[in-house]
């Protein structure tokens, strides 16, 4: 009999897919999904939809009864600036969307969730990279709903017979290579969708938070992942929990370093047009340098990542674009 996986958040951008990795992988997948962030046109053809919200626990818990061997919780709020000015809604979507999640799946037993967590969680490095023993300090409310989703996990698992594995996602970047996720993010907060927006016309100009850091070109550095690597990541961690039924928090990132500069530099090489950004002041809370250490994850997960070219991951969005 084909696993079930039950995909909570499955049409927005990484849960796509996240949802298209199992599918390749023969699991039988169920997508639920508000389709506030997300697509229907991204549930491909293999997939079930259920249009839901994770705040409706009566909706969650009947699905969750369908029978399921894994979920991969990625539904929330992201948005780093929003959850510092609307905390309420972070609270009420992450903090007791992510409780009905997990109360369902224990009222149906259903034992085993891979949570997609993040590397805000670990706030200023003290040391790079950032291993999952490092410090955890988030300078965002958001940061601070995953921090606290994984606190209940942890209990949750000492306590009922339930197993997480948290990814804490780092830069998350690039789209599925063969075009079939087609439906993009509404609303981008992040840098790689923002310059796009520029490059397309979609925006006049973007801005550049600070040139002033310390760092060799001055702007900030952060650690982007393709989010088919991210997605890889996810099947292996629910064929783990399967085998090892152990609760984990796992770093996914590349160990490697790109400037916002040379973000935009990649993206001028990739697409010949020139991005029109002006510098702009820092914004409150961002670190200079933000490098994962994946050693867990290939320890564990059997997981490297296979995209480490820059260009080559920019390329899977201008085609999109195109």
Same mark, same amino acid.
């Given at each position: @009999?084909? !696993? ?15 949802? %298209?990795?199992?599918?390749? &992988? ?6 639920? /999904? ?7 046109? #991204? +549930? ?6 259920? &249009?839901? !919200? ?29 959850? @510092? ?14 409780? #009905? ?46 921090? &606290?989703?994984?606190?209940?996990? /942890?209990?949750?698992? %000492? *306590?009922? /017979?339930?197993?997480?594995?948290? *990814? ?13 996720? %087609? ?8 840098? +790689? ?12 100009? @973007? ?15 952060? !650690?982007?992942?393709? +989010?088919? !690597? *991210? ?44 991005? $029109?950004?002006?510098?702009?002041? %820092? ?27 820059? /260009?080559?991951?920019?390329?899977? +969005?201008? $085609?999109?674009?195109?």
């Amino acid at each position: @009999m084909t !696993d079930k996986i039950l995909v909570v958040g499955g049409a927005g951008y990484i849960g796509s897919h996240v949802a %298209r990795a199992l599918l390749q &992988e023969n699991y039988g997948v169920t997508v639920y /999904d508000n389709l506030s962030t997300g697509h229907r046109e #991204n +549930v491909l053809d293999g997939a079930e939809f259920i &249009e839901g !919200d994770i705040l409706d626990e009566k909706k969650i818990s009947e699905v969750m009864s369908q029978g399921f061997s894994a979920v991969v919780h990625l539904a929330a709020k992201k948005a780093v600036g929003e959850s @510092m000015e609307k905390p309420q809604i972070y609270a009420r979507n992450n903090l007791i969307g992510s409780i #009905n999640v997990f109360n369902a799946m224990l009222e149906n037993g259903v034992k085993n969730v891979v949570f997609s967590s993040t590397s805000a969680s670990y706030g200023n490095p003290q040391y790079l990279p950032l291993d999952e023993t490092h410090p955890i300090s988030p300078l965002s409310f958001y940061g601070f709903t995953k921090i &606290e989703i994984e606190r209940v996990m /942890d209990w949750y698992s %000492r *306590l009922k /017979d339930f197993h997480y594995i948290a *990814l804490r996602y780092f830069n998350a970047v690039g789209y599925a290579a063969d075009g079939s996720i %087609r439906g993009r993010e509404l609303n981008p907060q992040n840098l +790689v969708p923002i310059v796009m927006e520029t490059i397309t016309g979609q925006r006049e100009k @973007m801005e550049v938070f600070g040139d002033d850091y310390d760092t060799p070109d001055g702007t900030c550095i952060r !650690d982007y992942i393709h +989010v088919e !690597d *991210l997605a890889r990541a996810h099947v292996a961690s629910i064929q783990r929990l399967a085998q090892y039924p152990q609760s984990e928090i796992i770093n996914l990132g590349t160990n490697k370093g790109t400037s916002v500069l040379e973000i935009i530099q990649s993206i001028e090489r990739v697409t010949g047009r020139k991005v $029109n950004y002006e510098i702009g002041p %820092r914004r409150d809370g961002d670190p200079s340098v933000v490098i994962a250490s994946s050693e867990k994850a290939k320890a564990l997960l059997g997981w490297e990542p296979q995209y480490t070219n820059i /260009d080559e991951i920019i390329k899977t +969005v201008w $085609n999109l674009e195109q």
